[in-house]
């Protein structure tokens, strides 16, 4: 009892496993010789029922016994079983039923099951040798394999099969997954290949690293402390200033034509939220406490980094990213400012802020909310009266700058210049009525 107090999770886990395996070898003592109708049958007969069964019932086959499971690992690896169960009509298929009844993606996570259950007994390396060869001979499911992966369900499939096989495995095991993956797609010279260069300009295989990134390692994780593990294993070997530039690969904007990444679409204009939702929910994700490798000073550190990604972003999209961010990230990330005396630099934030709290129905009292805790961090009284003068300046030159756009701009210029001045005008009254409203203690109607 003592013993097992003692024991962490792991190990109670591990040494469970442990047992159940020794049990299932010990009862599979006494069944060797009692393979039941199926000893009286030629192997060829046994493929041919396994020919007529699903692939989910032949993984309850596997479980029935040791020499059953050592058959059903064999059909797998013949040219029969290989032909019938390793379907590569991703293209054509859709999320239509094949021959078998089961979609593609069903049909592929069924397989998982079956070759979790396969090869349970084996050892992790063993195990992936077993998924090699399907990795292996399957174009579709190569990081350069197919030839149009936009149409292409491959590595949807592939990042299915290997969730379903992985489910479970420890930190460990999946460590040697990771290492499995980049060793037979390249995955990390490719990344070097990447960002070595200018953004861009290896746009094709920028691309492909998205795809492959997502759809077969993190797209399909529901547990954020999974997702994490990954996303962590694709970012930690890299210096922040590469973290940031494949994370702006994996989840920042993207062209609806032809999936290649934009790489000035945040320094040229103004974008909505749903371009910059990938990449919050990625930085939330790494702030969050599932990802125990991150600290806050690196979540900021790669807001710093991203925002001049390839260029310096316009200040409204690096704001709209950080209210996406969340209200922790928002905060620690306006509180940096304040701690390190970049006032000015606050202050235009905080007028961007209002903007986009106007602009996409944020609540305003959100905003002086956190303008009033961003000011506690300031060391003394003077300090704090100091940034509100710096931040009603910022409002005016803020105006001021819009106005000379729309009095100088071009006809199609003028209409956006235009709606955002109206904006800001709306956004400050609002600010400071919120203002009052505090300040005189009286709840609007
Ligand atoms: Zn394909």
């Known amino acids: 009892m003592l013993q097992q107090i003692c024991m962490s999770p792991k190990l109670i886990l591990r040494s469970s496993t442990w047992r159940f395996r020794m049990a299932y070898e010990r009862h599979e003592c006494l069944d060797m010789c009692v393979l039941g109708h199926f000893q ?10 396994l020919e007529y069964l699903s692939v989910s019932d032949i993984s309850t086959l596997s479980l029935v016994s040791k020499s059953i499971n050592k058959h059903v690992l064999n059909y797998i690896s013949s040219t029969n079983g290989g032909r019938r169960l390793f379907r590569q009509d991703f293209h054509t298929s859709g999320l239509a039923e094949g021959k078998s009844g089961t979609s593609i993606l069903e049909h592929y996570r069924s397989l998982g099951l079956l070759f979790k259950r ?19 001979d399957i174009p579709c499911f190569k990081l350069c394999g197919c030839r ?36 037979l797609t390249n995955l990390t010279v490719k990344m070097q290949n990447v960002l070595n260069r200018k953004p861009g300009s290896a746009e ?20 954020r402390s999974v997702s994490a593990f990954w996303l962590s294993r694709l970012l930690k070997p890299w210096p922040a200033v590469h973290q940031a530039r494949l994370l702006y690969i994996i ?44 600290t806050a000073q690196d979540v900021t550190g790669l807001l710093d980094e991203l925002s001049v990604m390839p260029q310096a972003w316009l200040l409204e999209n690096n704001v709209r990213l950080l209210i996406l961010c969340g209200n922790e990230i928002c905060f620690m990330f306006l509180a940096g400012r304040a701690v390190t005396g970049h006032t000015a630099d606050l202050a235009r934030t905080v007028v ?48 001021m700058d819009l106005l000379g756009s729309v009095i100088s701009g071009g006809r199609g210029e003028d209409d956006s210049n235009f709606q955002t001045l109206f904006c800001l005008v709306k956004a400050q009254a609002n600010f400071h009525k919120e203002i009052l409203y505090l300040t005189l203690n009286c709840l609007p109607v």
Not at 40 to 49: G, K, L, T, V, Y
Request: aromatic share 12%; proline share 2%; glycine share 4%.
């Open 40 to 49: 009286a049958m030629p192997m060829e007969i046994c493929d041919f029922i």
């Open 118 to 136: 396969c090869t349970f007994l084996m050892a992790t390396r063993q195990r992936l040798k077993y998924v090699r060869r399907m990795l292996c």
């Open 148 to 183: 149009a992966p936009l149409q292409c369900l491959g590595l949807q499939c592939c990042g299915s099969f290997l969730k379903i096989l992985t489910a479970g495995w420890d930190e460990y095991e999946c460590h040697k997954v990771y290492n499995f993956l980049c060793d």
């Open 204 to 223: 094709e295989l920028e691309w492909r690293v998205r795809l492959y990134c997502r759809n077969v390692m993190l797209d399909h994780w529901t547990v």
């Open 251 to 294: 989840f920042g904007p993207v062209s609806a034509t032809d999936g290649h990444v934009l790489w000035t679409s945040l320094s040229e204009g103004v974008v909505d939220m749903s371009s910059l939702e990938g990449l919050a929910d990625a930085l939330r994700l790494l702030y969050s406490s599932e990802a125990r490798e991150w």
């Open 352 to 399: 961007f802020l209002v903007l986009v709290c106007e602009k996409d129905f944020y609540s305003m009292k959100w905003a002086v909310k956190t303008v009033q805790r961003v000011c506690k961090m300031f060391r003394s009284n003077a300090e704090r009266r100091n940034f509100l003068k710096i931040m009603e300046n910022a409002f005016a030159q803020v105006f």
